[in-house]
């Protein structure tokens, strides 16, 4: 009976409570209709939001909101920011965000949100931070966003934004930041945009946008960057007045089919970066000097002639001058490395390579941190007499790196907490627990970060008020952009962890882009912000003070609400049964089915063979979610993917797609053994691949370099595969992400393409004989990889799987990565192709090659890369194509075969068709395999390969 009674009086405390909470709406009503409205066209699989179907948003209840501390003449509290990065978020922007018009930040980063940019967001006038950057969001800006006078920052880069920069956003006189780049922008440059007053950084690379440049940038009197990479201003000039934009840190005008001379930019003091690679820009180098603090000068891939200017000499912060492929002539200069100071791992990157150049100015005798290429000119048909060899030889493309900069003389911290080893000084370690933080520079003013991460760490510690030691960068590397991506850790000052306080702090440091900007370093961008541990003692957001006046708003409405208890313990009776009941329902579901040809695996089992899951057994994560290493209680080694908390499909709609991937068997997919349903978990578990993806071993870091026939098979496989996905699959399925990183390697190298199960299925043909029809679904490939008329027609079909593996073929040909370091593999091949350059992309770790294989098979990447569908090739001639390809390789015997077992072969010998060395005569010979004469036949390629599954 006492028991009752103590429920009865908890029942009665916990209502009091929830009731002055949900009674006392401070906040504006019709912000409060706005939120929910905003809630309701989001998919939310995590949960994330579920806070917000109760009590008041500014009571610090509602997670991600943030209120002001104070009530507005109108006797409300109003939202002040929408802080929504990175949840996984899915559905699309509702009109509604317009009436909450006080509000300064609105954040919706690094989601999937898709739709079009609601108009009504020009009428936030309050607000100063717009991100909306790296979602799929399609349709045109909305000229409404022109009118927001308090505007400081615009972030929509990173999605799928079509259309003309509307006239209306050279009103925006606050605007700093202008961040418009990835996206499908197109039209002019409107001359406008040279109204902005406080305009620091224009960032519209990888556009559409075409007409001329603007003259008139050149009148914005704080610019620091222009970045306008990829685009087609195709028959124009860089203005002549780009060379006295005195303020100018970085111009990028890489690849936008530029003509005329290039500029003088000498009158720039502080210029750092100059790219204007891969246009036609012709006539001879100007010869003024660059600013003494320039890093980078790349004018390579263009129409150049006349000589290297000495005024590139002596230049202290060089890190690399590309002048590679013009018409130069004249002597190599010798003297480029004066006055540099090579200490703290600088170095110095000279590409003159395919130009005219005939001799020497002096003897070559650079530092060990100076790499001179000059493969490609007639001074290097003599090299033995000049004793350049060493610089004559063809060498891969040169791209910075990344690196861990984690090294530490501390012992390991021996704790079961997250503890990690900080060096405080010299002769001082502590155990701390770190803060975690994603971070990206999105246009840096340097070719190589490793000389500056010193000065990165002392800058960003500063403006998060740290000391320096309190700051690692763990891990950086370089994306397309060129950018650079970096993994921090914050650790507490001398104590083993932060306060609540000073977390809060420092994430509204990242959040609200209050640390200071920096020349060198440029804009920043925030990936994530992941408090780890600190998860456990952090409020789901910041709660706002609350003024006397809400306070005592807040007291009267809990006596108000006192009338209402008894029926509302009634109601939590009621509902404490409907909970348990349920969950009797729930545990009903979970009742495993059985799927033929598939295991139901236990949790327990999965678990115990992942060591709970452990950071030691993590190989991988994707947008499905993590994936393990684990060992079952036979020995079987497997890949298990977890799917992410919250965003677990239906039971139902669970079993279907394992129903479906039970019956999908071939060699060159990779098989699934099993499921798991149980403890609110779903996880696939797949056979384990032993040598990794295909992006692995084309990395420059690669031990294990493939050769041409060990690639030219790997492209086989994976085709043989998708052909087996489109054709012999029931429903057909396409791929819709095929990358190199999706094609694993088994033991002996059999290519396997992985997560076909995880896109959605492709509809049946619309008549027996035909090709499927199309899909237009919400997109999902990868940057790079995508098919370019996805953007035009919203459809992904057969012949975007084609596209998608083209660029693939051309990874195996190149060893590049498809965006890279600002550049787009396409459009290099494209270019060396239509120069009759093909070979002098070839990767040079494939050692020797036949040449007409080769060139046939760039040919076939090529039409599968077409930007037009009609244009590509199906599935069944690419097949066709490679196996012809196949038959002409030297050493692969007849096309009737392909052994599975490397042979022992030491060097692919030569056949009767010229063999090319991709460097220097060097080859590689790691995976040369002798084929025999069972598995390749044109009837086995072609019709099935393995025969037709049937349904179950």
């Excluded at 196949?886 to 077992?901: K, N, R, V």
């Amino acid at each position: 009976m006492w028991q009752s009674r103590l429920f009865y009086l908890c029942s009665i405390i916990f209502m009091f409570y929830l009731v002055q909470r949900t009674e006392a709406q401070i906040t504006a009503p019709w912000e409060v209709d706005a939120l929910k409205a905003i809630k309701g066209k989001l998919i939310d699989p995590q949960g994330r939001l579920n806070s917000w179907n109760r009590g008041d948003p500014c009571m610090g209840n509602w997670s991600y909101v943030h209120c002001y501390n104070e009530t507005a003449s109108d006797g409300y509290l109003h939202v002040l920011e929408l802080q929504l990065l990175k949840l996984n978020l899915s559905g699309s922007l509702s009109a509604e965000l317009g009436r909450l018009s006080h509000m300064q930040i609105m954040d919706f980063m690094w989601n999937n949100i898709s739709g079009s940019i609601p108009k009504e967001v020009g009428n936030i006038t309050s607000l100063k931070l717009l991100l909306l950057n790296g979602n799929q969001l399609t349709g045109s800006l909305p000229e409404e966003i022109g009118f927001l006078p308090n505007l400081d920052r615009i972030q929509i880069d990173q999605n799928y934004i079509s259309g003309p920069i509307p006239k209306s956003f050279a009103n925006l006189n606050k605007t700093k930041h202008f961040h418009m780049n990835n996206n499908s922008l197109s039209g002019q440059i409107p001359p406008e945009l040279s109204r902005l007053p406080s305009l620091v950084h224009l960032l519209l690379d990888n556009n559409n946008l075409s007409g001329y440049l603007p003259p008139e940038l050149s009148k914005l009197p704080k610019l620091l960057i222009i970045q306008l990479d990829n685009n087609n201003f195709s028959g124009t000039s860089i203005p002549s007045s780009y060379g006295n934009i005195t303020t100018l840190l970085k111009l990028s005008l890489r690849n936008c089919s530029l003509e005329g001379p290039v500029p003088d930019v000498s009158g720039i003091p502080q210029l750092g970066y100059l790219d204007l690679s891969w246009n036609q820009l012709r006539g001879s180098i100007p010869s003024g000097r660059p600013a003494s603090n320039i890093t980078t000068i790349d004018l390579s891939h263009n129409l150049l002639n006349g000589s290297i200017p000495g005024s590139f000499s002596g230049l202290p912060n060089l890190q690399r001058l590309s002048l590679d492929n013009n018409n130069l002539d004249g002597s190599v200069p010798s003297d480029v490395w004066q006055n540099i100071d090579f200490s703290g791992n600088r170095s110095l990157i000279l590409d003159f390579q395919n130009n005219s150049l005939t001799n020497l100015s002096n003897p070559l005798s650079p530092p060990a941190n100076v790499t001179i290429l000059l493969s490609g000119n007639p001074i290097c048909k003599s090299p033995n007499q000049l004793n350049i060899t060493q610089y004559c030889r063809s060498v891969p493309v040169i791209v910075p790196g990344g690196s861990a900069s984690n090294a530490t003389v501390c012992s390991p911290c021996s704790t079961d907490l997250p503890y990690e080893n900080i060096l405080m000084s010299p002769i001082r370690c502590i155990c701390a627990i770190p803060l975690y933080v994603d971070y990206r520079l999105k246009s840096p003013g340097f070719w190589d970060f490793v000389p500056y991460e010193g000065q990165f760490q002392q800058y960003l510690s500063s403006g998060l008020s740290l000391s320096s030691y309190q700051l690692e960068v763990s891990q950086f590397m370089w994306e397309e952009g060129p950018r650079v991506k970096m993994n921090l850790k914050l650790f507490p000052n001398n104590t083993a962890y932060f306060n609540e306080s000073e977390v809060l702090r420092l994430r509204g440091m990242f959040t609200g882009w209050l640390i200071p900007d920096s020349d060198i370093f440029g804009p920043y961008e925030l990936l994530n912000f992941n408090p780890g541990w600190y998860n456990k003692i952090l409020p789901d957001r910041a709660k706002s003070s609350l003024s006397t006046g809400a306070i005592v708003g807040i007291v009267m409405a809990a006596f108000a609400a006192a009338a209402f208890l008894s029926s509302l313990i009634t109601l939590i009776i009621l509902k404490r049964r409907s909970r348990y009941s349920s969950s009797k329902r729930r545990s009903a579901k979970r009742i495993p089915m059985k799927i033929d040809g598939v295991k139901d695996f236990s949790f327990q089992e999965l678990s115990h063979g992942t060591n709970d899951f452990s950071d030691s057994a993590l190989i991988g994560q994707g947008g499905y979610g993590k994936v393990y290493r684990g060992i079952l209680s036979d020995g079987t080694i497997v890949a298990i993917k977890r799917a992410q908390q919250g965003s677990l499909q239906g039971s139902k709609e669970f079993f279907t797609e394992i129903e479906l991937l039970s019956r999908l068997h071939h060699r060159n997919l990779v098989s699934l053994l099993g499921y798991c349903d149980e403890e609110d978990e779903q996880m696939l578990v797949y056979e384990f691949m032993p040598n990794g993806t295909l992006r692995d071993h084309l990395s420059a870091r690669s031990k294990e370099p493939l050769n041409f026939p060990t690639r030219l098979r790997i492209a086989l496989g994976s085709s043989r595969g998708i052909l087996y996905l489109h054709t012999e699959a029931d429903p057909p399925i396409f791929h819709r992400d095929i990358k190199a990183s999706n094609i694993l390697l088994d033991s002996k190298f059999v290519a396997k393409v992985a997560d076909f199960g995880l896109s959605r299925l492709a509809p049946e043909p619309e008549s027996e004989g035909t090709a499927p029809g199309h899909v237009s679904t919400v997109v999902k490939g990868t940057p790079g990889y995508l098919d370019p008329e996805y953007f035009l027609t919203h459809k992904l079909t057969d012949k975007s799987d084609v596209y998608s593996l083209g660029v693939v073929f051309l990874e195996l040909l190149t060893g590049m990565q498809p965006i890279s370091h600002g550049r787009n593999i396409v459009r290099e091949v494209v270019a060396a192709n239509q120069s009759g350059m093909i070979l002098s992309v070839v990767d040079s770790r494939m050692g020797s090659y036949p040449a007409e294989c080769v060139e046939k098979f760039a040919a076939l990447a090529l039409r599968c890369c077409r930007d037009e569908t009609d244009a590509r090739p199906s599935m069944v001639e690419v097949m066709r194509e490679l196996e012809k390809i196949w038959q002409m390789t030297p050493d692969t015997g007849s096309m009737a075969s392909l052994s599975l077992e490397p042979s022992n072969t030491a060097t692919p010998s030569s056949g009767s068709r010229m063999m090319v060395s991709s460097s220097s005569g060097v080859g590689n010979d790691d995976h040369h395999y002798n084929m025999s004469s069972s598995d390749v036949s044109g009837s086995n390629l072609l019709s099935g390969v393995v025969p037709s599954i049937n349904p179950r």
